[in-house]
């Protein structure tokens, strides 16, 4: 029988799934906002109401998640900002890992692998730009000076461009590249295969077998 390890625990995985609808229904309701020629779709605001629902429904899925989680928010955000020799290895290994499929040059990776931390980074930071910019245009519309809301605006839409590329290759790499497991299994049940985990986190699999890690 095929052996699995559990890679992403149930709330977690919740957490993950809440974030992917809010996010494509943020950023498709941002798009029709963002390019005039799509303005006919923003008439009567229905865009605009959706786009603060689905806002509100991604500020407070985190808001429930951390407090209940905190060990595993805890160890995520470490693992995320912790950089050491292994990330080195990992950027230098990339190119030829990625676009030749050479799996021999990639030293072993921990839980996160440094494109995973640079992904994790990515949607905290800019997560917090989103929140700030996009509460100011919402609460503060008719108090903030007009050169504000301008700037708020400015760099909400930079967030949308940088995420909205980044989302792809987050997509691509997840689901798509051929190295990759089944994501299905990954964001459904949370399961990758016992040589997937060893082939790809070979640091992490050596303290799943020795019963040591934290789950996320
Ligand atoms: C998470 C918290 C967020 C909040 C509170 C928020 C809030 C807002 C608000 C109030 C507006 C102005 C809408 C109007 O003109 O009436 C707006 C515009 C917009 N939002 Fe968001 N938003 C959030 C996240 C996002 C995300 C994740 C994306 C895309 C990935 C996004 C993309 C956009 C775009 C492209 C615009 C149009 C800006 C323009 O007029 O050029 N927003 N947002
Ligand atoms: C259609 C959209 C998406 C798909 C198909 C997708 C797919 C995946 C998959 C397969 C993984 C597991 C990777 C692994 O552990 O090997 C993952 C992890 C993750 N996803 Fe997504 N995801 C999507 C959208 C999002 C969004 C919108 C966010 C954030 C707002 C997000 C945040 C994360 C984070 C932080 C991780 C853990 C770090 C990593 O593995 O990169 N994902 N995603």
Avoid at 33 to 60: K, M
Avoid at 108 to 134: A, C, E, R
Wanted: aromatic letters at 16%.
């Amino acid at each position: 029988m095929r052996q699995e390890v559990e890679r992403y625990r149930k709330p977690t995985r919740i957490l993950h799934w809440v974030h992917l609808v809010t996010f494509c229904v943020l950023f498709l309701t941002g798009l029709v906002l963002f390019i005039p020629q799509l303005g006919i779709l923003a008439q009567d605001s229905w865009t605009r109401v959706i786009h603060r629902i689905a806002a509100a429904i991604f500020v407070i899925a985190p808001l429930i998640y951390i407090p209940m989680n905190w060990k595993s928010t805890k160890r995520g955000i470490k693992e995320a900002f912790t950089w050491g020799a292994e990330d080195i290895g990992w950027l230098q290994a990339a190119p030829r890992y990625y676009f030749f499929g050479d799996e021999k040059v990639m030293p072993p990776q921990p839980h996160m692998n440094t494109g995973q931390k640079m992904w994790w980074f990515l949607v905290i930071v800019f997560g917090i730009i989103f929140v700030i910019t996009g509460a100011i245009m919402w609460f503060a519309k008719t108090a903030a000076p007009a050169a504000v809301l301008q700037w708020m605006v400015f760099v909400h839409d930079i967030a949308f461009i940088v995420t909205g590329c980044m989302l792809f290759l987050h997509i691509y790499l997840g689901v798509f590249h051929p190295l990759m497991g089944s994501a299905w299994d990954i964001m459904v049940r949370g399961k990758v295969s016992a040589e997937y985990a060893k082939a790809h986190h070979a640091k992490w699999y050596e303290e799943v077998v020795k019963g040591k890690e934290v789950k996320s």
